[in-house]
């Protein structure tokens, strides 16, 4: 005698098809565009009213929902939100049977359509694409399925490579095209051109004013978050990469460099640092500046000074801006800085500074440690000497202005500039054409490098005859003699201050120096 065991109730439309009551199979239909134009829009809710009227008409079907996405890519699933959460709840047992337009709706990534349709398959739910006529668990559905995703992603490839191209071309006109949802003192106007924010480039001016005054990135991070400040993301976290980033960006000096970075994968949208791999495109004066040209370079300048930052050894020292003098004090006699140090001299608290080879035993070094009070008096000293022979040192400033105009060109760069503008155009026709032009990026790379370290040059004599004009206003209008220290006037003033046995020199930016004896 044989006796049939019916099958257990499983999660697929398998269930519905051997229980006693036949049951109606939950069928949800999976909708994606990949644009947000208002074309693309219309077929996203054409597709979905379809589907809908698609699933409710059949008598076999019960409607189990439309997963819809608008406006995501179909290359990775990654962040298809609505995709994985039909899969999840397929996996739940909340839907029989899928429906989809096409096997590029699904998604065109060979692999992923497989590995999804495949584990939707052990789960007795297969997926059924319109357009070709396919149902996943037919028998010869995998196969039919495996040539035809790999077409879809043939087909993606070959579009990403299009608007890759499309993209470039737009570089070589000079369109420059920016994400201002997360870019600080900048949003869009109707033309989609750059427009400043003025609550935002606020902060902006002072990120970059606190760098030139001394600050480090960590510490005007730190400043920002305790102040409320947002950041371009509306978060009120602030790190010292973030700091990083907005000072070494040209954007905010009204310039343009495009395509910083770019896709090595185009189906996991992997992106990488242009170093060179890709031709990269600079646009002069492409929008409002937040910060003048000359404010920017002084700060590229500073900051690879505080990178190169060395002992009298050759050994890179770490930058700190805490004090108004910190890297400022020199020792006489070996070379090394001074640093801050608090000190406890038998329940005497005080603050001095000290040689830092001394410091740290690294050499042979005896110069004196000075105290931090000491310090600002003769600071102070200094400044009062200058007022009261201030028609001595306004001739020597007058000396030092006229030095430093002597050696202004100021015709280099605009020579380097029409060379430019005639190599790009060059460029740009190459490019057009298909043709080879990697002597002439070349080329452009080694003007561009060229002018901006002539412009930095021509950028520090700028700032010197600022300093010399700062001190000539500082004696102009001061009547009287200091009292009180003001760090204010050490940032603004004060280039080195080295310290011997006996004396400090102090050596001003303007090129005036002082000797006070301790």
Known sequence: MVRTIPPKPQIGNNAARHTE??????????VRVSTENEEQQTSFEAQYEHYYDYITNHPAWEFAGIYADDGISAVSTKYREQFNKMIQDCMDGKIDYVVTKSISRFARNTVDCL??????????????????????????????????????QQESESLSQNVKIGMQYRFQQGKVMVNCACFLGYDKDADGKLVINPEQAEVVKRIFREYLEGASCIKIAKGLERDGMLTGRGKTRWYDSTVKKILENEKYMGDALLQKTYTTDFLQKKRVKNTGIMPQYYV???????????????????????????????????????????????????????????????????????????????????????????????????????????????????????????????????????KLSNLERQLVAKAEEHEDYTDIASEIYALRKQRD??????????????????????????????????????????????????????????????????
């Not at 009551?21 to 999976?30: G, I, M, N």
């Not at 297969?126 to 790999?150: C, H, N, W």
């Not at 004599?461 to 600022?466: A, F, G, S």
Request: hydrophobic residues 35%; aromatic residues 8%.
């Open 21 to 30: 009551t036949v049951k109606k199979l939950r069928v949800a239909a999976y």
């Open 453 to 518: 370290e002539l412009t930095m040059s021509e950028n520090a004599r700028n700032d010197y005859l600022k300093r010399i004009e700062e001190l000539e206003s500082f004696i102009d209008e001061q009547p009287t003699k200091i009292n009180n220290f003001e760090e204010s006037l050490v940032k603004r003033m004060l280039k080195r201050a080295t310290v011997y046995e006996d004396r400090i020199i102090f050596e001003f930016h303007s090129g005036v120096n002082v000797e006070v004896n301790m």
């Open 284 to 418: 002069d004066d492409d929008h409002p500046a937040i910060i003048p040209k000359e404010l920017f370079l002084a700060v590229q300048e500073e900051m690879a000074r505080r990178g190169s930052v060395e002992d009298c050894k050759g050994r890179k020292r770490s930058f700190s801006a805490n004090h108004c003098f910190t890297r400022l004090i020199v020792c006489g006699e070996c070379g090394d800085q001074f640093n801050r140090i608090h000190w406890n001299n038998r329940g005497k608290k005080s603050i001095v500074w000290r040689c830092s080879t001394r410091l740290h035993k690294t050499g042979d070094c005896h110069a004196r440690t000075v105290n931090e009070e000491t310090l600002k008096e003769a600071f102070i000293e200094a400044l009062n000497r200058i007022l009261a022979d201030r028609q001595e040192y306004l001739v020597q400033l007058k000396k030092n202005i006229q030095s430093v105009l002597t050696g202004i060109d100021p015709n280099a760069t605009v020579e380097i500039d029409a």
């Open 115 to 152: 590995n999804f349709v495949r584990k939707l398959k052990d789960k007795n739910i297969p997926v059924f694409f319109e357009k070709e006529g396919i149902e996943s668990t037919d028998q010869r559905g995998e196969i039919m399925l495996t040539i035809l995703a790999s077409l879809a």
